[in-house]
């Protein structure tokens, strides 16, 4: 539970569908006045060929809290890699919580399906038995299908009850379901010259085809040739004539369901199998009158408005994408989604995902979604929208009251690839198909701006870890020659706007070759960054400290402090180094320091070095001579 209400969670796919939609809204139509609300767990594409990005898809069923839901409802047929689905059963028995398996047959679930067989007799025995068809013909589906065959067997049941031989060479054709092989079928009866009474389809897709295919060859439907068909699909009202069919109604199931879910736990927990009866659905194509009459005019009205919406949406999607990937940072990119088509609608996202510093495809700390997400966007919220984070178990940002609102939460994962990036959640205040439409565009736009934005910002962040690798030294932290031109000009143009003097300090570390030579490189190393941190640590913030190369480092700086007293204290901190860190050894520089006149401009960057190296080699060889003698005594 959460809150006060009980929780059913339902795994679908391709919620744009209108099979798909018809399941969502009468399920949670049936069930809100139990105390149930219900979350939806979507992904846009079926996962029947588990590639990269349905596996990113399939990471929304790693949303499923299994401390917090009631009922798990798996609509099977839409869920194609099976095994998903036994993942799902598996991990959700292991909690006690009860599976209802729509359309499957599992073991331990409930399982509820259609009685297809049942709904198809009552269709073959309308026409044989109310009307007295004698001569009949099955279109088959696909040769081996085990739908199809069932339906075929069915065919022959009713005829034997009623004194009809069966005759499978002469009496059945194959339309595969499908209408070009049906059209095949049809004109193989044609040419017989031998029509029989009633054509009984496997499936309205193919009694639509043969309604259309004997009417353009002058046969009347159904004064000369009675044609059915099954499934209930919605273009069989649109046929002329209309399709009597069998309606296999998803609202039948969802009142089943809505019923198993007042009993107790434990029953709910047993195994069980129920089949809903579909519904026969009379109509013109078998002589009757029946059926609902649908305003074709206003439906193709209604198709073509939702086309050229869907087109304008999508532009705009597209352009949004871009923007996104454009976003100077997190809150620009976010707010970018702030769009009229663009609502009811929050987006959490990975906190790997907004780490810069996390390359997009390797190295992936973890792909589960984490104990903490980032609120990337939500449509209900103040505008502009900023960005921030909530723990994971608090699964969207004000739940409690989308919980109250009836609707159901429709989550659908982002991802780019098989990477998850995170999560939509979908709560629309009614149940137009318009809204549902909505989803599969905008995850898609999501998946491509939000992993490319990933991308571009890692790139950013390598190239910015690039430039710094080549801006400072390594070893010493300092200024690289080439990496301080734009720090120096920076420094000498302020300098001479304000007509103040530079400083140089010119550092050249004393004796490295006998460090190395006796006790080794790395003794050498630590000598030179010795000498880089007493020089960088003896000069104010903003000055610019440079590795020259080698042992030689320089500084340039804007100082009232007198050259003696600079000098003096890095002297002062190297002794202090020597005095602390203990090493066989004693770390000396020579240093050489130049002061530029006030008011005049900062000669050139090769005059200040040369004037400061001057006074550097001098005491460079005043130390020389000094260890010279030291060596003597």
Same mark, same amino acid.
């Given at each position: 539970?959460?809150?006060?209400?009980?929780?059913?969670?339902?795994?679908?796919?391709?919620?744009?569908?209108?099979?798909?939609?018809?399941?969502?809204?009468? !399920?949670?139509?049936?069930?809100?006045?139990?105390?149930?609300?219900?979350?939806?767990?979507?992904?846009?594409?079926?996962?029947?060929? +588990?590639?990269?990005?349905?596996?990113?898809?399939?990471?929304?069923?790693?949303?499923?809290?299994?401390?917090?839901?009631?009922?798990?409802?798996?609509?099977?047929?839409?869920?194609?890699?099976?095994?998903?689905? $036994?993942?799902?059963?598996? /991990?959700? &028995?292991?909690?006690?919580?009860?599976?209802?398996?729509?359309?499957?047959?599992?073991?331990?679930?409930?399982?509820?399906?259609?009685?297809? +067989?049942?709904?198809?007799?009552?269709?073959?025995?309308?026409?044989?038995? $109310? $009307?007295?068809?004698?001569?009949?013909?099955?279109?088959?589906?696909?040769?081996?299908?085990?739908?199809?065959?069932?339906?075929?067997?069915?065919?022959?049941?009713?005829?034997?009850?009623?004194?009809?031989?069966?005759?499978?060479?002469?009496? =059945?054709?194959?339309?595969?379901?499908?209408?070009?092989?049906?059209?095949?079928?049809?004109?193989?009866?044609?040419?017989?010259?031998?029509?029989?009474?009633?054509?009984?389809?496997?499936?309205?897709?193919?009694?639509?085809?043969?309604?259309?295919?004997?009417?353009?060859?002058?046969?009347?439907?159904?004064?000369?040739?009675?044609?059915?068909?099954? *499934?209930?699909?919605?273009?069989?009202?649109?046929?002329?004539?209309?399709?009597?069919?069998?309606?296999?109604?998803?609202?039948?199931?969802?009142?089943?369901?809505?019923?198993?879910?007042?009993?107790?736990?434990?029953?709910?927990?047993?195994?069980?199998?129920?089949?809903?009866?579909?519904? &026969?659905?009379?109509?013109?194509?078998?002589?009757?009158?029946?059926?609902?009459?649908?305003?074709?005019?206003?439906?193709?009205? @209604?198709?073509?408005?939702?086309?050229?919406?869907?087109?304008?949406?999508?532009?705009?999607?597209?352009?949004?994408?871009?923007?996104?990937?454009?976003?100077?940072?997190? /809150?620009?990119?976010?707010?970018?989604? $702030? #769009?009229?088509?663009?609502?009811?609608?929050?987006?959490?996202?990975?906190?790997?995902?907004?780490?810069?510093?996390?390359?997009?495809?390797?190295?992936?700390?973890?792909? @589960?979604?984490?104990?903490?997400?980032?609120?990337?966007?939500?449509? +209900?919220?103040?505008?502009?929208?900023?960005?921030?984070?909530?723990?994971?178990?608090?699964?969207?940002?004000?739940? +409690?009251?989308?919980?109250?609102?009836?609707?159901?939460?429709?989550?659908?994962?982002?991802?780019?690839?098989?990477?998850?990036?995170?999560?939509?959640?979908?709560?629309?205040?009614?149940?137009?198909?318009?809204? %549902?439409?909505?989803?599969?565009?905008? =995850?898609?736009?999501?998946?491509?701006?939000?992993?490319? %934005?990933?991308?571009?910002?890692?790139?950013?962040?390598?190239?910015?870890? =690039?430039? &710094?690798?080549?801006?400072?030294?390594?070893?010493?932290?300092?200024?690289?020659?080439?990496?301080?031109?734009?720090?120096?000009?920076?420094?000498?143009?302020? &300098?001479?706007?304000?007509?103040?003097?530079?400083? =140089?300090?010119?550092?050249?570390?004393?004796?490295?070759?006998?460090?190395?030579?006796?006790?080794?490189?790395?003794?050498? *190393?630590?000598?030179?960054?010795?000498?880089?941190?007493?020089?960088?640590?003896?000069?104010?913030?903003?000055?610019?400290?440079?590795?020259?190369?080698?042992?030689?480092?320089?500084?340039?700086?804007?100082?009232?402090? #007198?050259?003696?007293?600079?000098?003096?204290?890095?002297?002062?901190?190297?002794?202090?180094?020597?005095?602390?860190?203990?090493?066989?050894? !004693?770390?000396?520089?020579?240093?050489?320091?130049?002061?530029?006149?006030?008011?005049?401009?900062?000669?050139?960057?090769?005059?200040?070095?040369?004037?400061? @190296?001057?006074?550097?080699?001098?005491?460079? #060889?005043?130390?020389?001579?000094?260890?010279?003698?030291?060596?003597?005594?």
């Amino acid at each position: 539970m959460i809150g006060k209400y009980k929780i059913a969670a339902l795994c679908v796919s391709r919620i744009s569908d209108d099979s798909t939609h018809e399941i969502v809204t009468e !399920l949670n139509k049936n069930i809100t006045d139990k105390n149930y609300r219900l979350l939806v767990y979507h992904t846009c594409s079926d996962l029947y060929w +588990d590639t990269a990005s349905e596996k990113g898809e399939a990471s929304v069923y790693d949303l499923i809290n299994m401390h917090v839901i009631d009922v798990l409802i798996i609509v099977d047929e839409k869920i194609k890699n099976k095994e998903i689905v $036994h993942k799902l059963i598996e /991990k959700t &028995l292991l909690f006690d919580i009860p599976v209802i398996m729509i359309g499957g047959d599992y073991s331990g679930v409930i399982n509820i399906g259609f009685d297809y +067989d049942s709904g198809f007799e009552d269709v073959v025995r309308h026409v044989v038995e $109310h $009307h007295g068809a004698e001569k009949l013909h099955f279109m088959a589906g696909v040769q081996g299908n085990p739908f199809s065959e069932s339906r075929m067997r069915v065919f022959e049941h009713v005829l034997a009850d009623n004194g009809i031989e069966f005759d499978r060479a002469s009496m =059945v054709s194959y339309g595969d379901f499908w209408r070009d092989p049906t059209i095949a079928a049809t004109e193989k009866i044609l040419a017989t010259g031998d029509l029989p009474d009633a054509i009984i389809c496997a499936n309205d897709v193919m009694a639509i085809t043969v309604c259309n295919k004997l009417t353009n060859a002058g046969v009347r439907v159904p004064e000369e040739v009675i044609v059915t068909g099954f *499934d209930g699909i919605l273009e069989s009202n649109f046929s002329s004539p209309r399709i009597t069919t069998s309606l296999c109604c998803y609202g039948d199931i969802m009142q089943k369901i809505a019923g198993l879910l007042t009993i107790s736990r434990d029953e709910l927990l047993k195994e069980a199998h129920f089949l809903i009866k579909p519904r &026969l659905m009379i109509s013109e194509s078998c002589g009757c009158q029946g059926g609902s009459i649908i305003n074709v005019a206003k439906h193709l009205s @209604d198709l073509n408005s939702r086309f050229y919406r869907y087109k304008e949406e999508e532009k705009t999607l597209n352009e949004i994408g871009v923007r996104i990937l454009s976003g100077k940072n997190l /809150k620009a990119a976010a707010n970018e989604l $702030h #769009s009229p088509i663009i609502y009811n609608m929050r987006c959490m996202l990975r906190k790997e995902v907004i780490d810069e510093t996390i390359a997009p495809f390797e190295n992936e700390v973890s792909r @589960d979604f984490g104990e903490e997400l980032c609120v990337f966007y939500d449509s +209900d919220a103040s505008q502009p929208f900023a960005p921030y984070d909530i723990k994971a178990d608090s699964i969207i940002p004000g739940l +409690d009251v989308s919980l109250a609102s009836g609707y159901p939460v429709i989550f659908t994962a982002l991802s780019f690839l098989d990477v998850p990036l995170g999560y939509t959640a979908f709560i629309f205040q009614n149940y137009d198909i318009d809204n %549902y439409e909505k989803i599969p565009q905008i =995850v898609n736009a999501l998946n491509n701006s939000i992993g490319g %934005y990933r991308n571009i910002r890692y790139q950013q962040y390598i190239t910015r870890q =690039v430039q &710094l690798l080549s801006q400072y030294d390594q070893l010493t932290g300092l200024y690289t020659r080439g990496g301080s031109a734009r720090a120096y000009d920076t420094l000498v143009e302020k &300098l001479n706007d304000q007509r103040r003097p530079i400083t =140089v300090v010119m550092v050249d570390l004393d004796g490295l070759k006998h460090i190395n030579d006796n006790f080794g490189h790395n003794e050498g *190393d630590y000598a030179i960054k010795a000498t880089a941190n007493a020089l960088l640590n003896s000069c104010p913030p903003n000055s610019v400290c440079i590795r020259m190369g080698g042992d030689e480092m320089a500084a340039f700086l804007s100082s009232s402090q #007198s050259l003696e007293d600079i000098k003096a204290e890095i002297i002062a901190r190297l002794r202090s180094v020597n005095r602390t860190s203990r090493k066989p050894y !004693l770390i000396d520089a020579s240093i050489g320091l130049y002061r530029s006149e006030a008011g005049s401009a900062i000669p050139s960057f090769e005059e200040l070095i040369r004037s400061a @190296d001057e006074n550097m080699y001098s005491e460079k #060889s005043e130390h020389r001579r000094l260890r010279a003698d030291r060596d003597k005594q």
